[in-house]
């Protein structure tokens, strides 16, 4: 993509009114637009971010056999009344009304929607099992929206939710679950500081877990053990005071954010959809379910809190809106013709590269703008590169001269 050609443009200043790392940087480098606490645009280069994190989920959801789908975001009261929630959680709906007295909510989770949907289709225990799910949109009027990306009003979610015979088949697609959170987590440059965490799992099940990014702008604590990589959560450190794998009780305190969950609902749900099956001798049973959330739009922000410094974000390259940061730095048409041709070159290879093809700014405003920016590897033409390419990642001060042909 040419910069020249890209609607936005960098920022000289942080926003005034943003607090958190993440949407200080994310706009001021054009990735996101703010149009309210907790509600953001994605503008075409933070766009495609979001939808490399959405495509990374979505390739190991498929991999372990859940179908997607696309459910509603407007939900009737009915079926939020059946479960209860429609006043236990009113604090965080947005309720709205249509027309002749009918009432509504946006959607801030769908078990109140994926529960009917697929009673229609559950019979017997020859139906079962599957899982569904989507990426979408949620809404949730949240108290606090002061931390860019990390707390949306309007947030992005990836929501599993799966469907059982019984408890056992429930652990064991759980268990299935927990592993491609893992993969996940790796392909995000996250793995090595994600941590599984143990968490309350309501009154329905032991535990649930977690999955939270030590960081130290993260809002939740949670007690590391080292050696099992596993963590406890500050609402159960106090029945659980020690590693739930080996004993261990030196846990260390760090601070964390949620990049997802994994919970098992059993037949809170089904229970009253009358969510059934007919089991092999023929009795009516309750459905077990799963529920298995990440957040895609916080987990952008969690990797600019994570990968930046004082220039600008650094994405890990799995993200990054484009691979290769190409600057022409000179005014002269030699140099110019030779990134040009570096840029189609590279395009044909099929590597994803912004060319910074402008004639207005300075190389110093340029070069400031790719640390900003933050692609993984910058690739320099100017009078001084003597039509050779200065090479250099984002994460390393380090730079190589190199031919044209060589870069890819
Ligand atoms: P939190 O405790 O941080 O409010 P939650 O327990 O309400 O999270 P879930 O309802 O289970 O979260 O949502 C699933 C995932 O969606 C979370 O793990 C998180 O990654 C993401 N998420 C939840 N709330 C928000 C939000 N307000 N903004 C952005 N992402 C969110
Ligand atoms: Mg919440």
Redesign the pocket.
């Known amino acids: 993509m040419l910069q020249s050609q890209l609607f936005t443009k960098t920022k000289k200043e942080f926003a005034k009114d943003e607090e958190s790392i993440n949407a200080k940087l994310l706009i001021k480098a054009g990735y996101i637009d703010k149009l309210a606490a907790g509600i953001y645009s994605f503008l075409p280069l933070g766009l495609r971010v979001l939808v490399k994190i959405e495509n990374i989920i979505r390739e190991e959801m498929n991999a372990v056999g859940c179908q997607e789908i696309l459910m509603p975001a407007l939900h009737p009261k009915e079926n939020w009344e059946k479960t209860g929630r429609w006043d236990s959680i009113h604090d965080i709906l947005f309720k709205l009304e249509g027309v002749r007295g009918s009432e509504f909510t946006l959607g801030p989770?769908h078990e109140e929607v994926v529960t009917p949907l697929v009673k229609q289709f559950v019979f017997s225990y020859k139906d079962l099992p599957f899982a569904v799910y989507q990426i979408q949109s949620k809404f949730?009027n949240?108290a606090r929206a002061k931390s860019g990306?990390?707390?949306?009003r309007e947030?992005r979610?990836k929501d599993v939710y799966s469907f059982h015979t019984d408890e056992r088949d429930l652990n064991e697609f759980y268990e299935k679950m927990a592993q491609a959170y893992e993969r996940v987590w790796e392909r995000l440059s996250l793995g090595a500081i994600t941590y599984k965490t143990f968490a309350s799992g309501g009154s329905f099940s032991k535990y649930s877990h977690?999955y939270q990014t030590v960081c130290t702008s993260g809002e939740d604590e949670i007690y590391l053990c080292e050696k099992c990589r596993l963590a406890i959560n500050k609402e159960i450190i106090a029945e659980q005071d020690s590693c739930p794998q080996c004993g261990n009780k030196e846990l260390v305190k760090k601070n964390g954010i949620?990049?997802?969950?994994i919970f098992q609902l059993k037949t809170k749900y089904s229970e009253p959809f009358k969510l059934m099956y007919q089991d092999e001798k023929g009795e009516n049973k309750l459905v077990q379910m799963g529920c298995y959330?990440?957040?895609p739009?916080?987990l952008m922000g969690t990797i600019v809190e994570v990968f930046h410094d004082e220039d600008g974000i650094i994405w890990p390259e799995s993200v990054a809106p484009f691979k290769y940061h190409l600057l022409n730095l000179s005014k002269e048409g030699k140099v110019k013709k030779q990134a040009d041709e570096l840029y189609d070159h590279l395009i044909k290879k099929g590597a994803e590269v912004l060319y910074d093809d402008r004639t207005e700014p300075t190389p110093g405003a340029k070069l400031k703008d790719a640390d900003l920016l933050g692609l993984p590897i910058r690739l320099v033409v100017s009078d001084k590169t003597d039509g050779k390419v200065e090479v250099k990642t984002r994460n390393s001060t380090e730079t190589t001269l190199k031919g044209i042909k060589e870069i890819f």
């Open positions: 989770t949730r949240e990306l990390l707390r949306g947030f979610m977690e949620e990049v997802g969950n959330g990440i957040g739009s916080r």
